[in-house]
C-alpha cells in the first residue's frame, strides 16, 4: 500500500521504563479510514502504545511516521493531525462546560461555536454549570467534545466506553464515525471487546509489550497492512 | 498571533480559576502577611527594613504558591493535555507565566498596602516607583518559578526540591529588588540595581521559553 494512504506506520517501536519494557519492538500500518482495537490484559502496554502515538513519550528505539510525519523529528506536526483521549477527565472542574469548550478550541487554535460542540456532546442545557457538578460520564464527554472539536486524523481513545451511558456511547460512535468519513483512522484500547470490536476493522493484541496477534474484523484485505514481527 | 492567543487562554484560564478558588493568592497573602509580622517583630517594624522584609515576604510566598499553579494541574492530568495541543511550547511558558506575575503582582500591591500601615510608610507620594520596583522583580520571579517548576515536573518530591533549587536563583533578584525598593522609598532612580534586576529580566525572558520548551519535550 502506498505511503500515502497509510495513516500509521510504526517500525520497531520500543519504550523503556527503565529496565521494564513497556511497548517492545512493534511494526504495523494502519491504513486511512479504518478503526484498530488494541487489547490485551492490564500492562499489555496499550495505554504507552497511545500515548507514544500522541507524543506524550517519546519511544525509546523504532520509528513512527503519522501521516508522513516522524513522531520524533515532527512532534508538532503529529499533534496538528492527532487528539488524545486518555481515561481520565481532563477538564476544569472551575471552568463551566462552555468556557472548557472555548479554552480547547484557543489552545488548538480552532475557530468553533462553543454550543454546536456541547450539543454535540448533549451538554447544551449545562453549558454554564462548573464542571465540578458533572457526573464523571459527564465530563467523559466533555472530554470528547474538546477532542473531537480539533477534526483530528487521528484519534486515541483509551477506554473511550468507561462510564458513559447511552447517550455518551452515542457519542463515542459519532465521533468514531466522524473521523473515518474524513479519511481518518481511530486507535481504541478498550476492555469491553465485543463493543470495541463492533465498531474497528482491525484488531491486534498486545501482551507484555508485544505484539502477539493481528486480525482483520471486516471482510477485506486490510489484515495484510497489520504485521507484526513474526506473526502475519 | 495564534502564540499571543495560546497563551492568554492559559492565563486567562489559570486566573479565572484562581478568582474562583481563590486558594492560591489567599494563601501566598496570608503567608507573607505572617512573615511581614514575624519579622516586624523580631527585628523592628522600622522604613529602613521595610524594603527587605517586602522582598522576603514576596520571595517567600512565591515559592508557596507557584508550585500549585502548575502542579495541581500536573495532578489532575490535565498538563499533559497541554502539552499535546499543537504549537509552541513556549506559549504555554508565557502563559503560565503571565498568570503568576498577575497574581504576584495583586500580591505586590497588597503588600504595599499593609507594609505602608505597619511600617509607617509614605507609599501614595512614592507609588509609581514602588510599583515599577515590584513589576521589574515580579516578571523575574514569575520566569525563574516557571522555568525551575517545568524542571522538577517529573522528579519525585517536586514540591520540596523546588524551593531548595529556587532560592539561590531568586537570591541576586530579591536583592536588587530590596535596593530598588529602598531607592523608590528615598526617591532615588535606583541606578545599577534597577539594571541589575533588568538583566535579570531579559536573561530569564529570554533564555526561559526556549528551555522551558526543550523540559517539556524530554519525556
Known amino acids: 500500500m502506498p505511503a500515502a494512504e497509510l495513516a500509521v506506520v510504526a517500525d520497531g517501536l520500543t519504550r523503556r521504563f527503565g529496565l521494564v519494557s513497556a511497548v517492545r519492538d512493534v511494526t504495523l500500518s494502519l491504513p486511512r479510514s479504518s478503526v484498530l482495537l488494541v487489547i490485551g490484559p492490564n500492562g499489555a502496554g496499550k495505554t504507552t502504545f497511545l500515548r507514544l502515538l500522541a507524543t506524550a513519550l517519546k519511544p525509546t528505539a523504532g520509528r513512527v511516521a503519522v501521516f508522513g510525519a516522524d513522531l520524533v523529528r515532527e512532534p508538532d506536526a503529529v499533534r496538528r493531525v492527532t487528539a488524545f483521549v486518555p481515561t481520565g477527565p481532563t477538564t476544569y472542574d472551575g471552568l463551566t462546560a462552555r468556557e472548557n469548550i472555548e479554552f480547547a478550541a484557543a489552545m488548538s487554535g480552532t475557530l468553533v461555536e462553543p454550543q454546536e460542540w456541547l450539543e454535540r456532546a448533549g451538554l447544551a442545557e449545562v453549558a454554564h454549570r462548573p464542571v465540578r457538578t458533572f457526573s464523571q460520564g459527564m465530563k467523559r464527554r466533555l472530554t470528547m467534545a474538546q477532542a473531537w472539536l480539533r477534526k483530528p486524523a487521528l484519534l486515541l481513545l483509551d477506554e473511550p466506553f468507561s462510564g458513559l451511558d447511552a447517550d455518551g456511547l452515542r457519542l463515542v460512535d459519532a465521533l468514531i464515525a466522524d473521523v473515518k468519513s474524513r479519511d481518518g483512522s481511530v486507535i481504541l484500547c478498550t476492555h469491553e471487546w465485543e463493543r470495541g470490536k463492533r465498531l474497528s476493522d482491525l484488531m491486534i493484541t498486545l501482551a507484555g509489550g508485544r505484539l502477539v496477534e493481528s486480525t482483520s474484523l471486516v471482510s477485506t484485505t486490510h489484515v495484510e497492512f497489520v504485521t507484526a514481527r513474526g506473526h502475519r | 498571533m495564534n502564540g499571543i492567543i495560546r497563551a492568554a487562554a492559559l492565563a486567562r484560564k489559570d486566573l479565572l480559576l484562581e478568582w474562583r478558588g481563590r486558594e492560591i493568592l489567599t494563601a501566598m497573602a496570608t503567608f507573607a502577611l505572617l512573615v511581614l509580622l514575624l519579622l516586624g517583630f523580631t527585628i523592628g517594624a522600622t522604613p529602613s527594613t521595610s524594603p527587605t522584609m517586602l522582598w522576603i515576604a514576596l520571595g517567600l510566598a512565591t515559592m508557596l504558591g507557584m508550585p500549585r499553579l502548575i502542579y495541581s494541574e500536573v495532578e489532575q492530568g490535565a498538563f499533559e493535555t497541554l502539552l499535546l495541543y499543537p504549537g509552541s511550547r513556549e506559549h504555554l511558558f508565557w502563559g503560565k507565566s503571565a498568570a503568576l506575575a498577575s497574581l504576584l503582582a495583586v500580591l505586590w500591591c497588597v503588600l504595599l498596602v499593609i507594609a505602608g500601615l505597619f511600617f509607617n510608610l509614605d507609599i501614595w507620594s512614592r507609588l509609581p516607583a514602588l510599583i515599577g520596583a515590584g513589576v521589574l ?83
Not at chain 2, 189 to 200: D, E, Q, R, T
Open chain 2, 137 to 219: 522583580g515580579v516578571v523575574g520571579l514569575s520566569a525563574t518559578g516557571t522555568l525551575y517548576a517545568a524542571l522538577l515536573l517529573h522528579v519525585r518530591g517536586r514540591e520540596l526540591l523546588l524551593p531548595v533549587l529556587l532560592l539561590p536563583i531568586m537570591l541576586p533578584l530579591v536583592l536588587a529588588g530590596v535596593r530598588v525598593t529602598e531607592a523608590a522609598l528615598g526617591g532615588n532612580n535606583g541606578g545599577m540595581w534597577v539594571a541589575v534586576i533588568g538583566l535579570f529580566d531579559i536573561l530569564f525572558l529570554l533564555l526561559a521559553p526556549l528551555l522551558f520548551e526543550a523540559i517539556t519535550e524530554e519525556t
